[in-house]
């Protein structure tokens, strides 16, 4: 079934909405939330039991995760960071990251590790993706900046592959998002006030 223009533009609609609403947010703020998501997702059962985790880094207001990343690299976990595919459009690799990673721009001006085939990571060995987002509802279904790069990261979650957490700003959650088929509901989003689960 297709959608109607006026289904596409009701999702950029609340893209560009959204991304204002965390952009708004004062530096205070941001570092306040980010100390607060770190606790919460520290505190996580699935991050404790968790080897290998998937961060992001921040950009356009999102939840700053740079103190959460202190936090896990202290307590001994394996990390790494989503890089735009070479030549795989709308596609990520995931790829290890230490304090010593060699960290590049790439084309969404986003930074990421500059590209070493020997330090690219399967899905399979990832325990934990937290997944970046635009908007999330009150269902667990997710928004992100349009690429479809984490729908297609995350479509088989299910049949073993590793567990999506969401991490958000509270002022990120809306009622009820236009859903797409290929949408993958989350099934926590973790926020500074809480943690969400379906
Ligand atoms: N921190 C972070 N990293 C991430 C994501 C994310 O949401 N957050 N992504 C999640 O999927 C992927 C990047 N996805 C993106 C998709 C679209 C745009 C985008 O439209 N950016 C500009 C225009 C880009 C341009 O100059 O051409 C914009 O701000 O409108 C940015 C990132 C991988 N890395
Ligand atoms: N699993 C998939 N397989 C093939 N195409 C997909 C898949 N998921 C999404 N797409 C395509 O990607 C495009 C962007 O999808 P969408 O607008 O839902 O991205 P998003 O969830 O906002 O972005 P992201 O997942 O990168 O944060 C759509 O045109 C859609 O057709």
Not at 13 to 32: C, D, F, H, P, V
Not at 65 to 77: H, M, S, V
Not at 79 to 97: A, D, E, T
């Amino acid at each position: 079934m297709s959608h109607t223009p006026q289904f596409a533009s009701a999702r950029q609609n609340i893209r560009t909405e959204i991304r204002q609403r965390r952009k708004n947010l004062t530096a205070y703020q941001q570092a306040q939330f980010a100390l607060q998501a770190a606790d919460r997702v520290a505190a996580h059962p699935k991050i404790h039991s968790a080897k290998t985790i998937s961060v992001f880094l921040s950009f356009d207001g999102e939840l700053d995760t740079a103190p959460l990343i202190q936090r896990l690299w202290q307590e001994g976990k394996e990390l790494c960071l989503p890089v735009l595919h070479p030549f795989s459009p709308h596609h990520l690799l995931f790829l290890r990251y230490t304090p010593e990673t060699p960290l590049v721009r790439n084309r969404l001006k986003i930074l990421e590790p500059q590209l070493d085939v020997t330090q690219v990571l399967p899905l399979s060995q990832l325990d934990i993706i937290l997944t970046p987002l635009v908007a999330f509802d009150c269902y667990g279904q997710r928004l992100g900046m349009g690429g479809g790069f984490y729908d297609r990261t995350l479509e088989h979650w299910q049949d073993g592959g590793p567990y999506p957490i969401g991490l958000a700003h509270d002022c990120q959650q809306v009622d009820a998002l236009p859903v797409e088929h290929w949408d993958v509901p989350l099934p926590q989003v973790i926020t500074p006030g809480k943690v969400w689960t379906w």
